[in-house]
């Protein structure tokens, strides 16, 4: 038998919120695997994957629907009975989103070269070295 935890454990493992957690599961992106008899929602391992999954994708900006899409490919290369073709298929929707990732990627870290570059500005005018340079 699969261990389940409650939905505070989860939260507390991926740093999610419940409201975030239950959120999902409206949107079904993440549905309970089961119900305790309290009617609690219980989550096994693999849900916790999904859920570290989804929470890597949000502060790249991908949308719920790009999201779904991911966790949809992901399923069909994992269950059995999924045909060559149809590998292929979700295998070049998976390398679309490697690509995408990846250019996300490129664009965070200009803007974080950004922001560095703006706090070391404003630390040079605290110190009172760079004050003709804009900030």
Do not use: N, W
């Not at 999902?24 to 391992?45: H, M, N």
């Not at 502060?59 to 069909?76: H, I, K, M, N």
């Not at 605290?126 to 003709?132: E, L, N, Q, V």
Request: proline letters at 3%; a neutral charge; charged letters at 35%.
């Amino acid at each position: 038998m699969e261990h389940h935890l409650r939905i505070g454990e989860v939260a507390e493992r991926t740093g999610l919120s419940l409201r975030t957690i239950r959120y999902y599961g409206e949107v079904d992106l993440v549905v309970p695997s089961a119900r305790s008899r309290g009617g609690f929602r219980l989550y096994t391992e693999s849900d916790v994957d999904r859920l570290q999954l989804i929470k890597r994708m949000k502060p790249l900006g991908f949308s719920l629907e790009e999201t779904r899409d991911l966790l949809t490919a992901v399923d069909g290369l994992s269950a059995p009975g999924t045909g060559a073709d149809e590998r292929t298929a979700l295998a070049e929707r998976l390398d679309a989103f490697e690509a995408a990732i990846a250019d996300r990627c490129v664009t965070l870290r200009r803007q974080l070269d950004m922001a560095e570059e703006f706090a070391e500005r404003l630390r040079e005018r605290r110190a009172g070295r760079g004050a003709d340079r804009p900030v």
